[in-house]
């Protein structure tokens, strides 16, 4: 059973940076997507980045573009997530998800989408001055 946990989440200045990591146990993430969901209080959860199972495709809401860059380390069993440039409104409870797609070059943006079975229990952003 594939179990995922986030972490590098905090408080940080506008203009900051944070790295989260979204670290797997139970089974490799060499043949999994992952995706990055953010969660702001009161809002829909919304897709703000992906990487495939392969790590050449790559996704981004054009929010983050610029700013975010996620990234594999299947060694480690790790994805990262670096976000610089952070602005309030990127103030938000960030989730990773896994998915086993059926081709490795893909990844999927959309958090309802129904591969993503698998979730960390997030972790909390919040960028204030």
């Known amino acids: 059973q594939l179990r995922l946990v986030e972490s590098g989440g905090g408080l940080v200045q506008p203009g900051g940076s944070l790295r989260l990591s979204c670290a797997a146990s139970?089974?490799?993430?060499?043949?999994?997507?992952i995706g990055w969901f953010r969660q702001a209080s009161g809002k829909e959860r919304e897709g703000i980045s992906c990487?495939?199972?392969?790590?050449?495709?790559?996704y981004y809401v054009d929010s983050v573009k610029g700013r975010f860059t996620v990234s594999r380390d299947n060694a480690k069993n790790t994805v990262y997530l670096e976000m610089n440039s952070l602005k309030p409104e990127d103030t938000a409870v960030y989730y990773c998800?896994?998915?086993?797609?059926?081709?490795?070059?893909?990844?999927?943006?959309?958090?309802?989408?129904?591969?993503?079975?698998?979730w960390g229990p997030g972790t909390q952003v919040t960028v204030s001055s």
């Open positions: 998800a896994a998915d086993d797609p059926m081709d490795s070059r893909l990844c999927v943006s959309n958090p309802a989408y129904d591969g993503y079975r698998d």
């Open positions: 139970g089974s490799t993430l060499d043949f999994i997507a």
């Open positions: 990487i495939s199972a392969n790590g050449r495709g790559i």
